[in-house]
């Protein structure tokens, strides 16, 4: 895997909120929940209850095991 793999985001949609801290989220994501720092996720999801789609990092997502080593929805970094 390249280096920079890790900077790269994963698309999921479909996203629901079920928890919040000040730090994280806890996200309802393909039938699994996972916290998820918000330090490392990017999209419109803030509080419990919101739903949508969701940015994570690639190392992030298969780590929490919501992806295998090569993620389909993978975006390259801006």
Known sequence: MAADDT???????????????????????????VWLLRSQISGKLWRIGDRGTLLVRHSVARDSNLIGRRGPHAVPPL
């Open 7 to 33: 900077d790269h985001l994963v698309q999921f949609q479909n996203v629901t909120v079920l928890g919040a801290t000040g730090p994280a989220l806890l996200c309802g994501i393909e039938g699994q929940r």
